[in-house]
C-alpha cells in the first residue's frame, strides 16, 4: 500500500465525525459555492476530473470514463475529501488539500494537490485556479542578484482581471498580465517622479526590466512567490507582514 493510501486510511477513520448530518446541513449552501466547477488534472497518466453541482466526472484520456453522483466533502486537517460510488458500485473518492502543486509539464503552479482513489487505482494531480497563486498583494525582496527589503518599498499586486500594479520604490507602475502555461506581464507604464539617489533610480529600472522577461512563476519553500524568466528566477516576493497595532 502507497503513502497516499495509508494516508486516505488514517483520515477515514475521522471522517463520520466531519462528515455528521449536522456538520453536511451548515455547510452545504458553502460547499456547493466552492467546489461546483472544480477541476483536476493529471499527466501522468494524462486524466480530468470535473465537480458539478450533481455530478463528479472522472475520465483517464481514451482508458476510463467514471461518474458517481455528487456528495457533499468532509473537512480533514485542511483537506476535503468526497467519498462517492461510481456506476459499477466501486469507490470513488477525491481528497484535495491547499497544497502547491506543479503537473511537470508547464512553468505555472496549481493552488490545490488532488488525490483520486478510483477502481482500486490511486492518480495523482493538481487542481483549482492557478491565478488564486498570484492574486492580492507582495513585497518584493529581491530582484536579479539585489535583495531588498520592505522599507525599500518595492511591491506588486495581481488582481483577478488581469491587472498588475505596484510600487518601484520611486513610481508608481501598472499593466497587464496573461496567465496559461506560462506568464506574460506587459507592457508596464509608470509615473516620471525622480528617485532619491542613484541606487533606488537603478532598482527601479531592473525591477522594470525584469517584469518584462518574465515567462512563468513559481512557489518557493517559504511560500515566496518566484518570478521565472527562461534562465530562472528573476523577481522574489513575499506577502506583507501584518500591520501591528
Avoid at 120 to 147: M, S
Wanted: hydrophobic fraction near 40%; glycine fraction near 10%.
Amino acid at each position: 500500500m502507497n503513502h497516499a493510501l495509508l494516508r486516505l486510511a488514517a483520515l477515514l477513520t475521522l471522517l463520520p465525525l466531519a462528515a455528521s448530518p449536522a456538520f453536511a446541513d451548515h455547510h452545504e449552501a458553502e460547499a456547493a459555492d466552492e467546489w461546483t466547477g472544480f477541476r483536476g488534472l493529471g499527466t501522468e497518466p494524462f486524466w480530468s476530473l470535473d465537480i458539478g453541482a450533481d455530478e463528479m466526472v472522472f475520465e483517464h484520456m481514451g482508458v476510463l470514463e467514471s461518474r458517481a453522483p455528487r456528495t457533499e466533502p468532509g473537512t480533514i486537517t485542511g483537506r476535503a475529501i468526497f467519498m462517492s460510488r461510481s456506476a459499477s458500485g466501486r469507490d470513488f473518492i477525491v481528497m484535495i488539500e491547499d497544497d502547491i502543486c506543479s503537473d511537470g509539464m508547464s512553468d505555472v503552479p496549481f493552488p490545490k494537490t488532488v488525490n483520486i482513489f478510483l477502481e482500486g487505482v490511486h492518480y495523482y494531480g493538481c487542481g483549482g485556479e492557478r491565478q488564486d497563486v498570484l492574486i492580492g498583494d507582495w513585497v518584493i525582496t529581491a530582484t536579479g542578484p539585489y535583495y531588498t527589503s520592505q522599507d525599500d518599498g518595492l511591491t506588486i499586486s495581481f488582481d483577478d482581471e488581469g491587472r498588475v500594479a505596484g510600487n518601484g520604490g520611486c513610481n508608481r507602475y501598472t499593466g497587464g498580465y496573461a496567465l496559461s502555461d506560462t506568464l506574460d506581464i506587459g507592457p508596464v507604464a509608470s509615473t516620471r517622479r525622480a528617485c532619491a539617489d542613484r541606487e533606488a533610480s537603478d532598482r527601479e529600472h531592473m525591477l522594470l526590466t525584469l517584469l518584462a522577461s518574465v515567462t512563468g512563476f513559481d512557489v518557493g519553500p517559504n511560500d515566496e512567490l518566484l518570478l521565472l524568466s527562461d534562465d530562472g528566477p528573476v523577481i522574489e516576493a513575499v506577502r506583507p507582514r501584518p500591520a501591528h497595532d
